[in-house]
Every structure is written in C-alpha cells, then in structure tokens.
C-alpha cells in the first residue's frame, strides 16, 4: 500500500513550501517517537499516538490515546476518513487530500501556529519539595541545636541523671544522683576517696591482705551502671587469676574452678586444748573434714537417729515423728540456723522434774548450782511449812520460834534430801542423759561439761541456708543426720556434695545441668572478719 | 548496563559489611569480661571506637556525594559501601553498648542511629523500586510533557465549549482555572485531588473531574441530539483529563516520596552527630 504525505510549511513572509514523502506500508504511524512513519514534534502527541490504515474498505484513523484525535473539531478514537478531513493531534494539522495516481492515499501535514499557546500547567513543572518552608540544612542545624541544649547542656545543669550509663546499685540509693559523689574530678576515673567516704577501710583491708593488687582502684572490680547490675565482681579470673598458680611461699592449696581444681574443705571446729595447769581450753582449729567426721567435741551426748526415727517417737503428745525444723529454726534472713535450746527445743519431752508426787515442779536447766539451791530450798519449805504434809509436826505453840538445834536438824535434813534427789537427776535420770557429767567430790560433788558449740563451721563463706531452700533439696540431701547415733558425728557435707549441683564459674549451666558457680559465690575477696579463722 | 547499588561489584560491600558483623559477634561471644557486656571493657571500647569512626565515614558521604571531581572511589561504590556498612553499624553499635539500653543521653544518641538506619532502609527501597514505577507511570513521557497533554485537553476542552451555551463555557474554563495538583507535600504523598468547578454560580469540588463529568451526564440526556454529541465528545476530553490528571499526581507522590525521606535521613544525622559528641564526652566527664 503507497500513502502520499505532503509536508507544508509556511515561512515568514506568508508563502507555502511543500514536499511530498511516499510511504510503502500497510499502516501510517503517527507519534512523537522516532521510529514513528510520521514523527510528530510536539510534547502533547504520545510516543505513538494514533495510525492511519486501511479497514473494511476504506481509510482510517485510530488512536491507542484516551482522548483520541480531534477529526473535523470532534475527538475520536477511530475515524473513517474522507477528502478534505482535518485532522489534529496536539499543535499538528492532518488534512486528507486528494489522491494521485499510483496512490492509494493521501494526507497533508502542517504544523498549527498555536503550538506553544495555552501551556497552563507550566506552573506545576517544577514542583517544590519541602516541609513548609524548610529545608534538610536548617532542620539539620535546629536538630543538633535541639540535642546540644536538651541532650546535653540542661540535663548538665539540672538532671545530671540523664547523662548516667545505667541506673546506680539500689545500694548506693543514698547517693542519689549525686554524680560528683564518685565522679570527683571530671575526665579521671573514679578514685577511692569517693568509696572511702561511706566505706571504711577497716573493712576492706584489701591493701594489707592482696599486697599484689597494689595500687588498683574500687572501682576496678566494683563497677556501677551496668545491667545487669554487678557491683561485686563475680568473675573467676578475679581469684583464679593468682589462686591458679600462687607464689612461692603462699601456703595455700591451688584453687581456679570449684568443680575442677578446688582443695577439699576445711572445717572450723571448736576442740579442747589442754593447759599446763591441766584444765582445758576451747580453741577453733581449721581442720581437714574428711578425717573430722567423728570430730565433733560439744560435751553433748545426742542420738540423731533416734529422734528422727521414721516410725516415730515417743512424746507427751503420743508417738510422733520429729521434724528437722522443730529444733533448728532458720535465724533471720536464713543464713545460718539459731541455736538449739533445751527450754524451747527439749524441755516439753526431758522434764527436769524431781518428784514424782509434784511433778509439775522442775528444776532450772543451766546451772548445776543452781538445781541444789532449789532442791535445798523446796524441801526446807516442806519441812518447816504450813502443809499438812510438810515432814516436821511436832507441836509448837504459836509465836513460839524454832530453837537454833531445830533449824540446824530441819536443814540437816532438807539438805539430805536434796542431795540424794541430785545424786538421782545428775547421775541417772536428767543431766547425765545429754551431759557429760563427772563426780568431783566436795559439798557438791557434780560437774556438767559446759557444752562447746561451733557456731560458724565455715566462718569464711557465704553459705546461706535460705538460698538452699529450693523444691528438689531437704535436710538430708546434705546433713545425713537420721543415721547419726552420736553427737561426735561431724554433719557438715563435703565439697561432693556441693558438687552436685554446683559446677565450674563458666557464665552458663554446663553440659551436667550444673550451676555456674565461681569464687565469689561462697568466698569473699576482702576478709571481713578474722573470727574463727586462723 | 546499569547496576544496582546493593549489587555493586558483585555485592563486594555486602561481604565486607557481613565479615565486620560476623567478626564482632564472634568477639563479642568469645569475649569474657569480668563484668556485665558493656561500652566500658576492653572490646566495649573497641567497637565504640570503630563505630564512632564508622558513624563519621556515613556521614562523610553527605560531603563526597557533592564532590564531583573525587576520584576516591565512585559515587556508586561509595552509595553501595554506606549502605552496607549502614546496616552493619548497627550491629557493631548494639554488641557496644552490650544491650544495655536506659533513658539517658547515651541511648538518645542510639535511638538517633536506629532512626537513620531504619530511614536509611526505607530510603533504599524507595531508591530500588520508585525510579522504575515513576517511568512506568509516565509512560516513557516527562513530566512535563505530560503537563503539555494537560493543556492540550484544556484548550481542545474550550474549544469543543464554545460550540455551547456559556454554561457549559463556564464549566469548562473554571474547571482549566482550578484544576490543582497537590501544591503541598501532604498532599502530593496522599495524591489529593483538591480540583474544583463552577457549576450554576456555585464553585464545588470537583475530584477527578467528576464533578464536571457528572453535570455533563445530566445535561446530555436533556439535550438535542446535535447538542448531545458535542457534550459527549466534551465529556470523552475530561475523562482522558481524569486519566491524565492521576498520572500527574502519581507521578508527584513518586516523586516526592523519593526525596521526602532525605528530609528525615539527613537531619537525624547531623541530631546523631551530636548526640555522639554528647555520648562520647559525657562517657569521659565521667569517666
């Protein structure tokens, strides 16, 4: 198919140039793209904005363009074309022509004169981006103005907690946030003064005891502001550091890891020391456990066994199984255990009654003195009282006083009683039973051994029974006391024990399901007390 | 060919960034502190440090980007390293801090950094995927050049009017007069449509064009089957109107959404900037 375009193009001075282009296609494309047939320059013509071609017989236009081409002044998307047809598509003039020889068809082509009229939407061609006005620079500036006055300069000036690292140890609340309490000279580190200020050093000797450490600060180990908060270093380095591989001339047993490399324990004990005049001292010794299992010295005979017999035994109340807890009841916060006491703890089964026809009257417990002054006194009263009962009826006149041979008989004889009713508690039915009890001779022939408790056995560790109270422990998993028949027997657990549960000062649970455990779990770094330790 | 900025030299950056990641994780979890994680160990410092540095270097791109005679690398590359190394910053920064996080100055300077990352990230995917549907949308024209189809459909639209009564002349020109494209930001991400249209004295909005569209329906069901086909080619010009007016405004949400997010990224940094001199002075005041 041959169409004919006749370009037209009218100069300056009103005359008309044309030339004529003929196109061997089957269709006519008309856009603004290059590879159009014919390329329109105009910025409102698509890239291929409409075509002329052949259909049902005769010429059309058509157009991909929503608003079509405008066809004799009417906007069309597909026009059948005739002679003398105007077509515009932007500023470009289509006008269909006559059609010469050997032409199937024929357009002109002009360009219109308004093609840069009307450009209303120019305004918008460079729209402006921006948040009212201001540009990144100045909300640049204004934001680092906003951080330097807010982040930093008033909090400097009045909530200095807001420059805090973390939030201060509740056991430094007194502190408050009072930062320059620590933080004395600002730019250095925190020097000891500040610590010293609450903390005495009495207490935290570390100077004379760790001469090694040498000039290292509080604050090396003791760090505030973290999260979690650890103002006491708990790391194993802090001793196994030096406890790994000590100096010549330490005596101490290496130590770097509990479940590893750790000495067996050492028990303090309470144990007599014999004195040049032969009497005997109570000293604490620190002495291997393992050969002290029968080491325990408190002048107390006790069968553990017994009482803790699981079929029972027999009380006031009937027979019944002792509990643990009846006798050693936690001390405050839970650490240790209080002491055991014969009126709280023993007294309701081991009456100290004298006499089977009284037998709500006791004797007092914890002076053997003291029992004969009663008993001296209880049976003078029944000799000399009102009480029908009372031993001395002989007549007297009322008014009438004892005769000096009287009083001396009555308390001859009270005396007698007394001594024969100690002799029976002493050495057969009370004292002798929990006591250790030795016949001296003399007026008052009896000596209780004054009973040597060791009140702390590891005075050196932090062990808290409180902190042992969890759902899978007892008693028993660590003292083995329902098969102790005698008071010698040492019921303190040895470090295998321990070991059950607690493994290496690895920051996680081991393999074993064991607890990380480091040094500073049990041990203190600063020596707080030197009591009961060698 | 053209080549992403995230596949830049076969992703060179995004090893180096995962290497640095890795390596800190790696000496962050054999690290054993004798005391909770945090900016004040060994290594607490040392990723401060490289931080700080890293944080100095991203923003350093704000000044290399205009430096058009630097031969320090391509633009591209260095496009490709800042993101990559962006993203890894935050690693390094939170292994730093050891997690620990509180309302004080230190944890304002992190949430400034969280904030550029994360607009950073956005602002990357803007960068991916706005460019390509913003060509799409336009259909291979510029903008302008869609705004000249506009004005075309104007004047055709007028043209067409003068062959009615002055109502419909009216309608036409108010609605060429108040056609609006979004003129502020807001408005331009919502694609907001605030055109409007004097219909019978009363001016009315007119979103879409719909307005106009609908007083035309209404009048060329009354009208004369001459007039009727006039109105219907007048309506035919609005309709492609409507068209060409969502493409505008398509093309300035895109548009705007590719640089607004610089309105965030860029001055969250310079806040970071300052809030790391903060960071790093109040951490030595207090040593």
Redesign the interface.
């Known amino acids: 198919m041959t169409y004919l375009i006749r370009f037209i193009t009218r100069n300056a001075a009103g005359g008309v140039e044309q030339h004529d282009r003929l196109v061997d296609s089957p269709i006519v494309t008309i856009g603004r793209a290059t590879d159009q047939v014919l390329h329109l320059k105009d910025r409102r013509a698509r890239l291929q904005h409409a075509q002329l071609e052949r259909k049902d017989g005769a010429y059309h236009i058509t157009s991909s363009a929503l608003a079509g081409v405008t066809v004799n002044g009417k906007s069309q998307r597909d026009a059948r074309l005739n002679v003398g047809d105007v077509i515009e598509v932007g500023a470009n003039i289509i006008r269909v022509i006559d059609t010469p020889a050997n032409v199937d068809f024929a357009i002109s082509f002009e360009l219109s004169d308004d093609a840069t009229d009307e450009h209303l939407a120019s305004e918008w061609s460079t729209p402006a981006i921006g948040i009212a006005g201001w540009s990144k620079r100045k909300l640049s500036w204004t934001l680092v103005a906003a951080v330097l006055l807010f982040g930093f300069l008033l909090p400097w000036l009045v909530m200095q907690n807001f420059l805090t690292a973390g939030p201060v140890h509740s056991a430094h609340s007194s502190v408050g946030d009072e930062c320059d309490a620590c933080h004395i000279n600002l730019f250095q580190r925190v020097p000891d003064s500040g610590c010293v200020e609450c903390h005495t050093v009495a207490r935290h000797t570390m100077q004379q005891e760790h001469v090694v450490l040498g000039d290292v600060r509080c604050a090396t180990c003791h760090l505030e502001h973290n999260e979690p908060a650890e103002l006491i270093n708990q790391h194993q380095a802090l001793c196994a550091d030096c406890h790994a591989d000590l100096p010549a001339g330490v005596d101490l047993q290496r130590a770097s890891d509990f479940l590893d490399d750790h000495p067996d324990f050492k028990v303090s004990l309470k144990r007599p020391v014999e004195l040049e005049d032969g009497g005997l001292d109570w000293q604490v010794e620190h002495v291997d456990l393992a050969g002290a299992r029968d080491a325990e010295r408190s002048n107390l005979k006790f069968d553990h066994k017994v009482h803790l017999a699981a079929d029972g035994i027999m009380t006031p109340d009937g027979n019944r199984v002792v509990e643990c807890n009846e006798c050693h009841v936690p001390e405050p916060g839970g650490a240790r255990m209080l002491p055991v006491s014969m009126d709280e703890h023993c007294a309701s089964c081991h009456t100290l009654a004298f006499d089977p026809d009284d037998p709500s009257r006791t004797v007092p417990h914890g002076d053997a003195e003291a029992v004969m002054q009663a008993l001296v006194e209880y049976y003078s009263a029944r000799l000399l009282g009102d009480d029908p009962d009372a031993v001395d009826r002989r007549v007297r006149r009322p008014g009438q006083r004892l005769t000096r041979a009287d009083r001396d008989r009555v308390a001859a004889e009270a005396r007698g009683q007394a001594l024969a009713v100690a002799e029976d508690l002493f050495e057969r039915r009370a004292c002798i039973n929990c006591h250790e009890v030795t016949k001296t001779g003399g007026e008052f022939p009896w000596h209780v051994q004054a009973v040597q408790l060791t009140e702390h056995f590891f005075p050196h560790t932090n062990f808290s029974h409180a902190a042992h109270d969890t759902e899978v422990t007892s008693c028993d998993s660590c003292h083995n006391a329902t098969a102790s028949e005698a008071a010698t027997d040492l019921l303190i657990p040895g470090i295998d024990a321990c070991r059950d549960c607690h493994g290496s000062g690895e920051r996680r649970r081991n393999s074993a399901g064991q607890l990380p455990s480091t040094c500073v779990m049990c041990h203190g770094f600063h020596f707080e007390t030197k009591d009961e330790y060698p | 060919m053209h080549e992403s900025i995230l596949a830049f030299r076969k992703r060179r950056y995004l090893w180096v960034a995962l290497a640095l990641s890795g390596l800190s994780i790696a000496l962050y979890l054999l690290h054993?502190?004798?005391?909770?994680p945090?900016?004040?160990t060994l290594l607490g410092y040392t990723l401060g440090t490289v931080g700080a540095l890293m944080i100095v270097w991203l923003a350093w791109f704000g000044v290399r980007k205009r430096r058009y005679a630097s031969t320090t690398g391509t633009l591209q590359g260095w496009l490709s390293a800042h993101v990559y190394l962006g993203v890894a910053l935050l690693v390094i920064v939170l292994l730093h801090a050891g997690f620990?996080v509180?309302?004080?100055?230190?944890t304002?300077a992190l949430v400034?950094m969280v904030l550029v990352i994360a607009s950073g990230v956005y602002g990357t995917f803007i960068y991916m995927k706005y460019p390509e549907r913003l060509s799409e949308n336009r259909?291979?024209?510029?903008?302008?050049?869609l705004?000249?189809?506009?004005?075309?459909?104007?004047?055709?639209s007028r043209?067409?009017a003068e062959?009615l009564p002055d109502e419909y002349r009216e309608l036409v020109t108010s609605g060429?007069q108040r056609?609006a494209?979004?003129s502020t930001?807001w408005q331009?991400l919502r694609k907001e449509d605030n055109s409007r249209v004097q219909i019978d004295g009363q001016i009315v909005a007119n979103p879409g064009q719909e307005a106009a569209m609908d007083w035309l329906a209404e009048q060329q069901s009354r009208a004369d089957a001459n007039a009727a086909?006039?109105i219907a080619?007048l309506s035919?010009?609005l309709?492609?109107?409507r068209?060409?007016l969502r493409q505008?405004n398509e093309d300035?949400r895109l548009?705007?959404a590719i640089?607004?997010w610089?309105?965030v990224h860029?001055?969250?940094?310079?806040?970071l900037?300052?809030?790391l001199v903060?960071h790093i002075?109040?951490?030595?005041?207090?040593?």
């Open positions: 054993d502190p004798q005391e909770p945090n900016g004040g620990q509180g309302w004080n100055i230190h304002l400034f259909g291979g024209a510029s903008r302008s050049e705004l000249d189809q506009l004005a075309d459909i104007d004047r055709r043209r067409v062959k060429v056609t494209l979004g930001l331009r086909t006039t080619e035919a010009l309709r492609s109107k068209q060409l505008v300035l548009q705007a640089e607004i610089l309105y860029v001055p969250l940094s310079a806040g900037l300052m809030a903060a002075l109040t951490v030595f005041l207090y040593w």
